[in-house]
């Protein structure tokens, strides 16, 4: 064992549990991180708006493809090796307060992303992983000549050095993004926000829940980016231009919503429709519907007939929008694609057609929808590749 030398090649979340992981199953060993920027676990110190959501309590996530729509195959089994649970217990074992959000967000009770990079730091130092930033690798051959084993856990950008290796790469789109809508007035409305909401692309199987964000671009929130890691690769192959149905009631029964409007205006049959809006509506979300569906502004609840009614219904369950393009949230920027599933033993994150050669998080084509699980992609799967590594040097002495 003595002698034996690891090159990991990125200094993300991944790479750097690794190290830490690996360190402990085999003290002996030289593990040597190289980051190409001038600093290590710059993603993670922004991730969560600088709170660090580090993993999700997985308690509304009815199964796996829901949180990961690429890779649940192999995050079935990288959770099983290291869970949400065992990575909350590691982190509180490091001296991390925890906090459960209603949501089932997992975040540091400092809501201090630094206290997580600063952990994983300090960690890596008592451990005596060598740690060079402002290094970047543009091709991985001399180290896999050089090293016993490597471990690329560079994020997308990684693929690059891959390039005189034959090994499939999925194309690499973004995911996790926000949707800039064509001029239209609902952006005058920006901060408007809607808690349960059901939003699909028509036609399509693509579709996702939850709250929703009016931003002065388009719109935002996690409906929203969950819809766009669902579709990524179609929003991509279509240039981010398509409808986007938003049902504002968050209700996928037909006959619900129905029920709703005729309550809604049965109970204010004086009123006008205007000063009726439901209490999941703002008002001024409720005029610029009615606006947008002609309503007239001095049509009374008991006026409407089954037309009106049927134009209510609609509007409440079925409003279409035209996006044309995307934003970025914020620096919590996924990417989907990149070393494909079919190269990679998803037991041990090792290559199959190289030996000694394994992958850690974004690098592989694995995403997640916000909430923290690809963060938990990131511990799970560098677990598994410290693990699977300290095998393949313990037995090859």
């Given at each position: 064992m003595d002698g034996k030398r690891v090159a990991i090649i990125g200094g993300g979340a991944a790479g750097c549990f690794c190290s830490i992981e690996l360190k402990r199953l085999l003290p002996s060993a030289a593990v040597t991180v190289f980051e190409a920027q001038n600093r290590a676990?710059?993603?993670?110190?922004?991730?969560?708006?600088?709170?660090?959501?580090?993993?999700?309590?997985?308690?509304?996530?009815?199964?796996?493809?829901?949180?990961?729509?690429?890779?649940?195959?192999?995050?079935?089994?990288?959770?099983?090796?290291?869970?949400?649970?065992?990575?909350?217990?590691?982190?509180?074992?490091?001296?991390?307060?925890?906090?459960?959000?209603?949501?089932?967000?997992?975040?540091?009770?400092?809501?201090?992303?630094?206290?997580?990079?600063?952990?994983?730091?300090?960690?890596?130092?008592?451990?005596?992983?060598?740690?060079?930033?402002?290094?970047?690798?543009?091709?991985?051959?001399?180290?896999?000549?050089?090293?016993?084993?490597?471990?690329?856990?560079?994020?997308?950008?990684?693929?690059?050095?891959?390039?005189?290796?034959?090994?499939?790469?999925?194309?690499?789109?973004?995911?996790?993004?926000?949707?800039?809508?064509?001029?239209?007035?609902?952006?005058?409305?920006?901060?408007?926000?809607?808690?349960?909401?059901?939003?699909?692309?028509?036609?399509?199987?693509?579709?996702?829940?939850?709250?929703?964000?009016?931003?002065?671009?388009?719109?935002?929130?996690p409906s929203i980016l969950k819809l766009s890691s669902y579709a990524a690769r179609y929003l991509a192959e279509r240039q981010y231009v398509t409808d986007i149905s938003v049902n504002w009631t968050g209700e996928s029964d037909t006959s619900v919503v129905q029920g709703m409007v005729r309550c809604l205006l049965s109970d204010n049959p004086r009123k006008l429709l205007s000063s009726s809006h439901p209490q999941f509506v703002s008002t001024r979300l409720w005029h610029y519907l009615l606006s947008k569906y002609e309503f007239r502004e001095d049509i009374r609840c008991s006026e409407l007939g089954s037309k009106g009614i049927n134009r209510l219904c609609t509007l409440l369950s079925d409003d279409v929008y035209q996006v044309k393009g995307k934003n970025r949230f914020k620096d919590e920027f996924v990417t989907c694609g990149g070393v494909s599933l079919k190269d990679i033993n998803i037991s041990t994150m090792e290559c199959r057609k190289y030996p000694g050669l394994y992958f850690a998080g974004e690098v592989l084509d694995v995403d997640a929808i916000t909430g923290g699980f690809n963060l938990q992609a990131a511990w799970s799967t560098g677990y598994v590749a410290a693990h699977s590594i300290a095998n393949r040097l313990t037995n090859n002495k």
């Open positions: 676990l710059a993603k993670v110190a922004v991730t969560g708006g600088g709170r660090c959501n580090l993993t999700n309590t997985f308690a509304a996530i009815r199964k796996l493809s829901d949180a990961y729509p690429r890779g649940d195959r192999l995050m079935h089994r990288a959770l099983c090796a290291f869970s949400n649970e065992d990575a909350m217990s590691w982190f509180r074992r490091h001296g991390v307060g925890l906090v459960v959000q209603e949501d089932q967000c997992v975040f540091p009770a400092s809501q201090d992303a630094m206290q997580i990079v600063n952990t994983l730091l300090s960690l890596m130092r008592a451990s005596d992983v060598r740690l060079l930033c402002n290094k970047r690798i543009d091709d991985i051959r001399p180290l896999m000549d050089e090293y016993d084993a490597v471990l690329v856990a560079s994020g997308g950008a990684g693929v690059r050095m891959l390039s005189a290796l034959d090994i499939r790469i999925e194309n690499l789109v973004p995911s996790l993004f926000s949707f800039n809508l064509s001029a239209d007035g609902i952006r005058e409305l920006a901060g408007a926000v809607v808690q349960n909401c059901n939003v699909c692309i028509p036609g399509t199987s693509f579709r996702s829940s939850g709250p929703l964000l009016v931003t002065d671009w388009g719109m935002s929130g």
